[in-house]
Structure formats: structure tokens, C-alpha cells
């Protein structure tokens, strides 16, 4: 059951230039989280932010939140080859269950 | 420790085969998870451990059968899967047996069924 869509599909952008992702749910939710995942491994956790929360930074992340629209993004700012990677939003709501978006795939040119 | 680990990282199997896969951390989190994720997908989650009692179980068919033999270990028992299974399984761990954490995730069984 896919709770979130991210938007865009995919991103190239070159190295040192901002990258902006964002997703959107359908349901309401106690928290969100991003996750990185490289080519077909395991999933790396970036960033929570919960539902009372509207903004976090964490380095090079930024993540905002507006629950009245059940959407967030996720800005990461001087981007660098090693964030490569695809991007998932993890919603956590009543059922205490993780449940991911689609994902963007970030490549990010040297 | 703060890793999950996950053994073996790549399994081929037939359709009448029983394989294991295996799942271990040494966090001391109580809540664990296996996540079956298709190539190009997002992760869908099929099983959750919480205190060592299987929690949740996303009607996952019965070919696939998880087992908890303690807090740090985690198994995931196959049997007469189908092609359609192959696909890469992600283990989890988180600290509470809820979802309001952040999961741990291993580096995935890539798991082939012919």
C-alpha cells in the first residue's frame, strides 16, 4: 500500500547545485522521513520530522513540512557526485507502519 | 555496533527449494522488519517483529515464513517461491516496537527464483 508520490521521477542537476525533491500523501501522519537508497542497496535514514514540526535541517539537508497540504520536500544544497542515489519519503501514521513514496532518482553530474 | 547485517547478499534458488535468509543486529532495538522491494520500487513492507512476537504480517503469502529465534536475529524462511518473488529483501531494526522511530536498514538479499 503506497502512501506517498515524489515528484520529480528523476533529477539531473550538476555538482554544486541545489537539488529539490518533493512528496505527497494522502493520509495523515504522526511523522515523515527521508531515506537514500544506492544502486540496489540498503536504505540509509536522513532525516524525521513530525507531524507539529515544519522545518529541519540536518548539514546539507532541509526538509519542510506542511500537513495542511500533506506534502514535504526535501532540499539538499551544494550537491556532490556521491549523492547520487535514489530518495524515498516514508510516511508513519495510525497503523505504526512505514510506508514509502515512489521515490526520485537523483543523479548528480561531476 | 551499529550496523544490520544481512547474510547471504545474493541467493539463487529454484522453485522446489527451502533457503534461509538471515538477518542480525547488535543495537539493542526490539522492533525488526523485512521489506521486499522490486527494481525499480519503493520498499513494501511484509513483516514486523516487535518484542520478539510477530506483529504485523501484510498478508504476505505462506512460501515465505519469518521466524524471531531472539531480539538480535531475524530469519526469513523460503519455500516453493514463485519467479515472480525474485526481488531484493531488506531487513530493519528500529528501537521501540513502533513505527515513530528511524529503521536501521541492511545492505538486502538479492533473491532470484528460477
Known amino acids: 500500500s503506497q502512501q506517498g508520490e515524489e515528484d520529480p521521477q528523476a533529477l539531473s542537476i550538476q555538482e554544486g547545485e541545489n537539488a529539490t525533491m518533493n512528496c505527497s500523501y494522502k493520509?495523515?501522519?504522526?511523522?515523515l522521513q527521508w531515506y537514500r537508497q544506492n544502486s540496489g542497496r540498503g536504505l540509509v535514514h536522513l532525516i524525521l520530522?513530525?507531524?507539529?514540526?515544519r522545518e529541519k535541517h540536518s548539514g546539507r539537508l532541509r526538509v519542510t513540512l506542511d500537513t495542511s497540504k500533506k506534502s514535504s520536500s526535501l532540499l539538499i544544497t551544494a550537491s556532490r557526485a556521491a549523492d547520487t542515489a535514489s530518495y524515498f519519503c516514508?510516511?508513519?501514521?495510525?497503523?505504526?507502519?512505514?510506508?514509502f513514496g515512489t521515490g526520485t532518482l537523483l543523479a548528480v553530474q561531476p | 555496533d551499529t550496523e544490520v547485517t544481512q547474510t547471504p547478499k545474493h541467493l539463487v534458488m529454484g522453485m522446489t527449494n527451502k533457503k534461509s535468509l538471515k538477518c542480525e543486529q547488535h543495537?539493542?532495538?526490539?522492533?525488526m522488519y523485512w521489506y521486499k522491494q522490486k527494481a525499480k520500487k519503493p520498499p513494501e513492507l511484509m513483516f514486523v517483529?516487535?518484542?520478539?512476537?510477530?506483529?504485523i504480517n501484510e498478508s504476505v503469502p505462506s512460501r515465505f515464513s519469518p521466524e524471531c529465534p531472539n531480539s538480535s536475529l531475524l530469519n526469513l524462511h523460503l519455500h516453493a517461491l514463485q519467479p515472480e518473488d525474485s526481488a531484493l529483501y531488506l531487513c530493519?531494526?528500529?528501537?521501540?516496537?513502533?513505527?515513530?522511530?528511524?529503521?536501521?536498514f541492511g545492505p538486502g538479499t538479492r533473491l532470484t527464483v528460477l
Open positions: 530493519a531494526s528500529s528501537p521501540l516496537g513502533s513505527g515513530y522511530n528511524e529503521q536501521f
Open positions: 493520509t495523515s501522519i504522526n511523522n
Open positions: 520530522i513530525r507531524s507539529n514540526e
Open positions: 516514508a510516511t508513519v501514521g495510525a497503523t505504526n507502519k512505514l510506508i
Open positions: 543495537m539493542g532495538h526490539r522492533a
Open positions: 517483529y516487535s518484542y520478539e512476537k510477530l506483529s
